[in-house]
């Protein structure tokens, strides 16, 4: 099983081992025939290329700012919502969760029209709050957090309850404390489809102002030719800090999405 597990492992970093090696190499090394897996001389001129010819710092401050917006959103409206479906008592409880589960059955593309109208109607078109705004409001993390508050032993809001807690000082001071997992998990997956968006940001911001890093990455792909160690490294540049959230948050991602119940 061990050995199965390595091998495994191994194929899924191959990619991220051929991103790097392309990353040095010279651009006829990358279109040589057979292909060649080492580079001749270990080239750095692909990232200086990458930054020179793609706003980086930019791009990286978008990407940063809507990540940090978007994830905090998301957190703060997901940990209310999933508390007060997992605790609270109020008519028709079940059949709004219920339409919360349906949307995620919905592919989020018939979303962008309704969402462009209302973005546009705030005068939010070509902001930093634009890319952000539609993630914070998510109904797969308002079930993830409200599966991690259904598990939680009652016998800790009946204490504090005891002890004179209203109702708020029992979510923010018992409850959010031990969700602190399952937060970490969906900070890491918010956090992932946040870097990565391309389309919405494509379509919020028609003028091509405030674009995050995959718009300058997707420019970087021509119709005639390509790149390919300027693309690499890019590509590289924009994995790191997803790359290190992760290692950092790690633990607490994978401790979160075991207490959810959820698998694979």
Same mark, same amino acid.
């Given at each position: 099983?061990?050995?199965?597990?390595?091998?495994?492992? +191994?194929?899924?970093?191959?990619?991220?081992?051929?991103?790097? *090696?392309?990353? +040095?190499?010279?651009?006829?090394?990358?279109?040589?025939?057979?292909?060649?897996?080492?580079?001749?001389? !270990? =080239?750095?001129?692909?990232?200086?290329? %990458?930054?020179?010819?793609?706003?980086? !710092?930019?791009? *990286?401050?978008?990407?940063?700012?809507?990540?940090?917006?978007?994830?905090? #959103?998301?957190?703060?409206?997901?940990?209310?919502?999933?508390?007060?479906?997992?605790?609270?008592?109020?008519?028709?409880?079940?059949? &709004?969760? #219920?339409? %919360?589960?349906?949307?995620?059955?919905?592919?989020?593309?018939? %979303?962008?029209?309704?969402?462009?109208?209302?973005?546009? /109607?705030?005068?939010?078109? /070509?902001?930093?709050?634009?890319?952000?705004?539609?993630?914070?409001?998510?109904?797969?993390?308002?079930?993830?957090?409200? =599966?991690? %508050?259904?598990?939680?032993?009652?016998?800790?809001?009946?204490?504090?309850?005891? /002890?004179?807690?209203?109702?708020?000082?029992?979510?923010?001071?018992?409850?959010?404390?031990?969700?602190?997992?399952?937060?970490?998990?969906?900070?890491?997956?918010?956090?992932?489809?946040? !870097?990565?968006? &391309? *389309? !919405?940001?494509?379509?919020?911001?028609?003028?091509?102002?405030?674009?995050? &890093?995959?718009?300058?990455?997707?420019?970087?792909?021509? =119709?005639?030719?390509?790149?390919?160690?300027?693309?690499?490294?890019?590509?590289?540049?924009?994995?790191?800090?997803?790359?290190?959230?992760? *290692?950092?948050?790690?633990?607490?991602?994978?401790?979160?999405? =075991?207490?959810?119940?959820?698998?694979?």
């Amino acid at each position: 099983m061990h050995v199965l597990l390595v091998v495994a492992a +191994f194929v899924m970093m191959v990619p991220f081992i051929w991103e790097i *090696l392309t990353s +040095f190499k010279t651009a006829a090394e990358t279109r040589s025939v057979p292909p060649t897996v080492l580079p001749g001389s !270990w =080239q750095l001129d692909s990232y200086s290329t %990458f930054v020179e010819t793609v706003p980086f !710092w930019s791009m *990286l401050g978008v990407s940063v700012g809507a990540l940090v917006l978007r994830v905090a #959103g998301q957190l703060f409206v997901a940990a209310l919502a999933g508390y007060a479906f997992a605790r609270l008592e109020f008519p028709g409880r079940n059949l &709004l969760f #219920g339409l %919360f589960i349906m949307a995620l059955m919905v592919p989020s593309q018939l %979303f962008l029209i309704g969402q462009f109208n209302i973005v546009k /109607d705030l005068g939010m078109l /070509d902001t930093v709050q634009a890319l952000a705004l539609p993630g914070m409001f998510s109904a797969f993390g308002t079930f993830l957090l409200r =599966q991690a %508050f259904v598990t939680m032993p009652k016998e800790f809001e009946e204490a504090a309850r005891l /002890d004179g807690a209203n109702q708020f000082q029992v979510f923010a001071r018992i409850m959010l404390p031990m969700a602190r997992p399952m937060l970490a998990a969906l900070a890491v997956l918010t956090s992932l489809y946040s !870097w990565n968006d &391309l *389309l !919405w940001p494509l379509i919020v911001s028609p003028n091509g102002e405030n674009m995050p &890093l995959p718009v300058g990455l997707a420019g970087l792909q021509g =119709q005639f030719g390509t790149d390919y160690p300027t693309l690499m490294a890019g590509a590289l540049l924009c994995s790191l800090p997803l790359i290190v959230a992760f *290692l950092v948050l790690q633990r607490q991602f994978f401790a979160g999405i =075991q207490s959810s119940g959820l698998k694979g």
